[in-house]
């Protein structure tokens, strides 16, 4: 069974670092690519961006380069989202996802909820 | 950007009531879409993909048309577990995967 298992909720302050994470199993976790989705509080979806765990080519939204950084350690199928000083303005729910043939986001993680306040 | 435009935004709709949903891409995306539904505090659930196809498991009364750049979404008889959030969303000029703002379903 895929399932993708995302860390726990964070409650943080504006200028902290946090790296969350998605740990992939029951899939050959470096043959597919994962995103990530931010869903600000009562809003919609929006694409952050992908990386392929095998070689961790990556890529992002215009809208989050250089705002965040995507990673992967495929020796535990894990990929992470990171920030280096956070606002307030990132509080959201943050998905990851498994990308079937670069088209379709077949599998989805529980969630991440992001709290950001002073 | 590609922009995605669905409508309504907000529908009430009676349990048994045939409902649709549009959406519509600012260019031409083929066939390059996808139909998600999100229930309340839950991750987003494929529906339908490359635009008319059904996801493993899903049940047949939710369909999905189109291309180009006008996209339906329909539910042939509302269920009242069929109450959530749609979300459509493309996948032309990879890799950009922009959603539409979604589409809120309410039991009347």
């Known amino acids: 069974e895929v399932q993708l298992v995302q860390s726990g909720a964070e409650v943080k302050k504006p200028g902290e670092s946090l790296k969350i994470s998605c740990k992939g199993s029951?899939?050959?976790?470096?043959?597919?690519?994962i995103g990530w989705v931010r869903q600000m509080p009562g809003k919609g979806l929006e694409w952050m961006g992908i990386?392929?765990?095998?070689?961790?080519?990556?890529r992002y939204s215009p809208s989050f380069q250089g705002q965040v950084t995507i990673s992967a350690d495929k020796s535990i199928s894990t990929a992470y989202l990171q920030w280096s000083s956070l606002k307030a303005s990132d509080t959201a729910m943050y998905y990851c996802?498994?990308?079937?043939?670069?088209?379709?986001?077949?599998?989805w993680g529980q969630g991440t909820l992001v709290t950001v306040s002073s | 950007d590609i922009q995605m435009t669905q409508s309504p935004s907000s529908l009430s709709a009676s349990v048994g009531d045939r409902v649709t949903i549009t959406c519509q891409a600012s260019?031409?995306?083929?066939?390059?879409l996808n139909w998600y539904q999100q229930k309340p505090g839950k991750a987003p659930k494929l529906l339908i993909y490359?635009?008319?196809n059904l996801e493993t498991g899903v049940p047949s009364r939710f369909s999905g048309s189109g291309s180009g750049t006008d996209f339906t979404f329909t539910i042939s008889s509302l269920q009242p577990e069929d109450i959530a959030t749609y979300y459509c969303?493309?996948?032309?000029?990879?890799?950009?995967?922009?959603f539409g703002q979604g589409t809120k379903l309410e039991i009347k």
């Open positions: 996802a498994r990308l079937w043939a670069m088209d379709k986001f077949d599998y």
């Open positions: 029951g899939y050959s976790f470096t043959s597919y690519w």
């Open positions: 990386i392929y765990p095998g070689d961790s080519d990556t």
């Open positions: 260019q031409d995306i083929s066939n390059y």
């Open positions: 490359d635009a008319s």
């Open positions: 969303q493309q996948y032309d000029n990879l890799p950009s995967y922009t």
